[in-house]
């Protein structure tokens, strides 16, 4: 997405890492793309973890700055952090932490969150406190496409400022949404300027709770 050049590493070998969901009517799914199916999820369990590769972690030790997001809370960030000892070499890094807040809500997954219910899932689930920053798109998106996000059961992920800050999280806005492909997504290039932007002014500056 914002089209870095380097090594690409996957969290975890060939080994299984399963997500399970309770549904409202108390069976339990492990399929991807039942989570969003529109169940009611009321509870999100891991059933099995997977082992890091040993080039993850050194990545995540050597960082100078880590961005977690964007993507879809549950199967595609979440996975990530269960594996075995990463959430925590993340939590332990001295590196800028920044998340990404998705700029529309999932069906099915994340739908109702605000932007501290992400966070609080991320932190609950892993168990630690991962990054000291929050990073959410503040460019106004098109009515139409509002509308028809809203006709999905999606919409734009409310930023609730003050629980943010009680999560002791620092929350940063930029215009980093885009819909010129007639869906709306992160920008790359808007996305990448901001992040840059942020480490070199933030990179020295921590937020406690």
């Keep these: 997405m914002m089209r870095l050049m380097g090594?690409?590493?996957v969290a975890f070998g060939a080994a299984w890492l399963g997500l399970t969901a309770a549904a409202e009517l108390g069976r339990k799914v492990r399929r991807l793309e039942q989570l969003s199916i529109g169940l009611e999820l009321l509870e999100r369990e891991l059933w099995e973890r997977g082992s890091p590769l040993p080039q993850v972690l050194?990545?995540?030790e050597a960082a100078d700055m880590i961005v977690l997001g964007p993507g879809s809370l549950y199967t595609s960030i979440m996975p990530n952090l269960l594996t075995e000892g990463v959430a925590a070499a993340v939590a332990a890094s001295d590196a800028f932490k920044v998340y990404v807040l998705n700029v529309m809500t999932q069906d099915g997954e994340t739908e109702?969150?605000?932007a501290s219910d992400h966070i609080g899932a991320?932190?609950?689930n892993s168990g630690e406190r991962l990054f000291d920053w929050c990073l959410a798109n503040d460019r106004p998106i098109p009515e139409r496409l509002l509308e028809r996000y809203g006709a999905?059961?999606?919409?734009p992920v409310r930023?609730?400022?003050e629980a943010v800050s009680?999560?002791?999280v620092g929350l940063l806005r930029a215009p980093v949404a885009g819909w010129a492909s007639g869906y709306v997504r992160h920008e790359p290039e808007d996305l990448a300027r901001e992040l840059l932007r942020l480490y070199r002014e933030k990179s020295h500056t921590r937020v406690y709770g």
């Design 166 to 168: 009680a999560l002791g």
């Design 122 to 124: 991320l932190f609950s």
């Design 58 to 60: 050194e990545a995540i």
């Design 159 to 161: 930023v609730d400022e």
């Design 152 to 155: 999905e059961g999606a919409e």
């Design 7 to 9: 090594a690409v590493l």
């Design 112 to 114: 109702g969150y605000t």
